[in-house]
């Protein structure tokens, strides 16, 4: 899945509900493409400060699952009502 295009069919923040999803997928043999990156902090990137640090909220993370055109329809559909995140606008 490296030079085809995908589309977003999953966004959060709670990795457990991130790790749920993953093994759905994989059992239902639909490739992912998976993503992870820090949250950018709110006040801007010259100050360096993350309100969620300060708070001692430490979620920062934004998990992400990308498949292929093609299997958008039944990820979404294998996905709903067993996570909650599921990108249900996904573009097509």
Same mark, same amino acid.
């Given at each position: 899945?490296?030079?085809?295009k995908?589309?977003a069919i999953?966004l959060?923040?709670? =990795?457990?509900?991130?790790n749920? &999803?993953k =093994? +759905?997928?994989e059992? =239902?043999?639909i490739?992912y493409y998976?993503?992870a990156?820090e =949250?950018m902090? %709110?006040?801007?990137c010259? &100050?360096?400060i993350?309100?969620?640090r %300060?708070?001692?909220?430490l979620?920062?993370m934004?998990?992400?699952l990308?498949?292929?055109?093609?299997?958008v329809?039944? &990820? +979404?559909?294998v996905?709903?009502?067993? %996570?909650?995140?599921?990108?249900?606008?996904?573009?097509k």
């Open positions: 899945m490296f030079l085809t995908k589309t999953y959060s923040s709670d =990795e457990s509900d991130y749920l &999803a =093994e +759905i997928l059992k =239902e043999h490739k998976e993503f990156s =949250e902090p %709110v006040v801007g010259g &100050a360096r993350n309100p969620a %300060v708070n001692n909220h979620d920062l934004i998990f992400r990308s498949v292929a055109p093609e299997d329809e039944k &990820a +979404i559909t996905l709903q009502g067993n %996570v909650r995140f599921v990108l249900t606008g996904a573009p």
